[in-house]
């Protein structure tokens, strides 16, 4: 349903609906008025009744009596990741005419469903189901797909909350979910009848509608009593047996065969076997049209990064990635090497896995995962030894990380670390192997794009601005670089000072214009400078400390490197690139190399080389909600942020004052 585009005032009940940070932009930024007792009534326009909570029924009554007209929400049908307890929604609906989940009487859900659809209507429905399914998501997104022992033929039951509104607001009872158990064990005499609790009675906080002991007495009955995303169960169920669960809507989406003993919102449209008569009201439609209304037409969607209301697409890719990067990393870790700075972002970057700490038993943090921050001995990260590297990304910040300005990026390699050039790292292993196919090339060279138009790179140091010298010579650039950073212990195996790049450099390029900047935690002091570096102005024509890396850039004609992460961002702006070392993107065909790695013998196109480096390989979080996102979207923010900066405040000026500190006496 939507509200009338002028701003309307909205009289709400009930502590916990005024509470729900994502009502107001859900509500297309409405005014809320609070309306609870002993409070006066404010000057609504309307009233505000959340399902079937303590509070509608406060809400109903103030509308009957100031005679106001009563909006019912509830949450959608793609709600959150966590449960409801836990995260508001992503998603409601609203409904002018009832609830959805009470078939006593027409809901606005039922009025859209009869409608019909459109050829291009039922064309997105039906390309949204397939999205859904190939998503893998659920209602609710926080398990895993745990390797569970499944029977090789089995119908699925599926309990719900006792006193769930939707039951008897389903003309169901406690009754129903017996006589549903009776009719899958009868009608599938030579299947198992696997019946799967809740989530909110996994999680301890309410109790089922079975009697378990009953239960327990059923012949070929398993009961599924452990955290299961529903996705695999849906997918290889012979059949599906709900009351008024959404998981029977869920099980239509994934083209299962579905039985109802309830007469939930999907029920009675000639779409499912129902056992309860449907009403008047509901007549034979396609699954298109109950798909459109139900996901499309009906709710309404939040857009988690930007606080929007969004299309149902935009949150089901979020909620899909969420899910991905959740579980890419075992259930259980333990951090090693991450400093009180760090430990904010560790947290962020490992949701959907639980951080053991040092009080744990030894034997469990044996057997989860392990985190390292910065470089780990080989001997330790052997592959599937469940041990991972960590270090910054490469669209970090803006700010420099020694002054501890938190990051939007993290590489978990498992492999090795990237600017380990003694042995192979997972970004390696992408660019030696991974295919990448069109779809993934045409991301990278429009995300390529976007970071050269923006001018944005690793840090996005604020600076004054430099201007090409008047001359006809070669203009080259030599970026400096920390000397005990340990991309020059295991990614330079012969140079592996600055001054010695600029020697070398001079050496091959007499006649050329040398621009040399030293690192910016050099500048800025929180690291120490490279041996004798002071001495540089000797050996280049200029040296250039606060001018942004990408306006050097653009304006010289090459750039000479160790392992400099500026050689990348060179490349991204089609500037040839000469290493003197042997940094991740050496080795490719893409630039000179003094140093060849010889196990690097695929010729990878600049596209190819930013997929695997800036999209496969590392992990982004948003700054703005704190979950997983994507590199496009971590872009973004970065423009933003350095839109936003101040030049200084006082955090920095402490982070840094202590890092030079620390520099001075290590």
């Known amino acids: 349903m939507t509200l009338p585009s002028a701003r309307r005032r909205l009289a709400v009940t009930g502590a916990g609906v005024w509470r729900n940070r994502h009502l107001a932009a859900l509500l297309d930024d ?57 995260e508001p929604p992503l998603s409601i609906v609203v409904d002018d005419l009832g609830i959805y989940f009470d078939a006593s009487r027409e809901s606005r859900l039922e009025a859209l469903v009869r409608a019909g659809v459109t050829a291009a209507q039922a064309a997105r429905a039906l390309a949204l189901r397939e999205a859904w399914c190939a998503a893998r998501v659920s209602k609710y997104n926080h398990l895993r797909e745990k390797a569970v022992s499944l029977p090789e033929d089995f119908v699925l039951v599926v309990d719900q909350t006792a006193g769930d509104a939707s039951i008897a607001g389903g003309l169901a009872d406690a009754r129903s979910f017996v006589r549903m158990l009776e009719a899958a064990l009868a009608e599938h005499p030579a299947s198992t009848v696997l019946l799967k609790t809740h989530p909110d009675v996994v999680a301890g906080r309410k109790r089922g509608c079975f009697d378990m002991a009953w239960v327990a007495q059923q012949a070929r009955v398993q009961v599924l009593a452990e955290g299961v995303h529903p996705v695999p169960l849906l997918a290889r169920a012979r059949a599906v047996y709900t009351v008024t669960s959404q998981l029977g809507f869920e099980a239509l989406l994934h083209g299962r065969p579905v039985r109802t ?67 890419r990393l075992p259930e259980q870790l333990v951090a090693h090497g991450f400093s009180p700075a760090k430990r904010p972002a560790l947290h962020r970057f490992t949701a959907g896995s639980d951080l053991l700490s040092r009080m744990t038993p030894a034997r469990a943090r044996a057997q989860a995962g392990h985190l390292h921050w910065g470089y780990v001995a080989a001997a330790s990260l052997a592959p599937g030894a469940g041990r991972w590297c960590v270090e910054d990304g490469f669209l970090r910040s803006v700010g420099l990380g020694a002054e501890l300005v938190q990051p939007l990026s993290w590489v978990f390699d498992d492999v090795g670390i990237y600017y380990d050039a003694t042995r192979p790292s997972r970004l390696e292993t992408l660019l030696q192997q991974a295919p990448f196919d069109p779809a993934l090339c045409a991301r990278a060279a429009a995300l390529r794009a976007a970071i050269v138009d923006a001018g944005i790179t690793k840090y996005n140091v604020a600076g004054a601005s430099w201007r090409r010298p008047q001359t006809d010579r070669r203009v080259i650039l030599v970026p400096g670089q920390v000397e005990s950073d340990a991309s020059i212990r295991f990614g330079a195996p012969a140079e592996k000072t600055n001054l010695g790049l600029l020697r070398a450099v001079r050496r091959e390029c007499p006649d050329a214009w040398l621009v040399y900047k030293p690192h910016p935690d050099v500048v800025a002091g929180v690291r120490k400078p490279g041996r004798d570096e002071h001495r540089a102005g000797d050996l280049c024509d200029e040296v250039v400390t606060d001018a942004p890396m990408h306006t050097l850039i653009a304006a010289v004609d090459e750039v000479h490197v160790l392992t400099s992460l500026a050689g990348f961002e060179a490349l991204l702006r089609g500037k040839p690139v000469t290493c003197w070392g042997q940094p991740f993107y050496a080795g490719w065909g893409l630039t000179r190399d003094r140093v060849p790695v010889s196990r690097r013998t695929r010729q990878v196109t600049l596209d190819e080389l930013v997929a695997a480096t800036l999209i496969l390989y590392p992990v982004y979080v948003s700054r703005r909600s704190g979950t997983y996102t994507t590199p496009e979207r971590a872009l973004a923010e970065l423009q933003a942020w350095r839109d936003e900066m101040p030049a200084g405040g006082w955090r920095r000026a402490l982070a840094r004052h202590f890092m030079r500190w620390r520099a001075r006496w290590l």
């Open 30 to 86: 409405h005014e809320l008025l609070r309306a609870d007792f002993p409070r006066a009534f404010p000057p609504a326009d309307a009233v505000l009744a959340w399902g079937q909570r303590p509070s509608a029924a406060h809400a109903r009554a103030l509308a009957a009596r100031h005679r106001l007209p009563l909006l019912c929400i509830e949450d959608g049908f793609l709600r959150s990741v966590g449960l409801g307890a836990d």
């Open 261 to 327: 003993f309830g007469m939930p919102f999907y029920a009675g449209w000639g779409l499912t076997d129902d056992a309860l008569p449907p009403p008047s009201r509901r007549a034979p439609v396609t699954l298109a049209a109950l798909v459109h209304a139900a996901l499309v037409a009906y709710p309404r969607y939040l857009d988690p990064e930007t606080g929007a209301r969004c299309e149902p697409e935009v949150l089901l890719d979020w909620m899909a990635l969420q899910r991905r990067q959740r579980a």
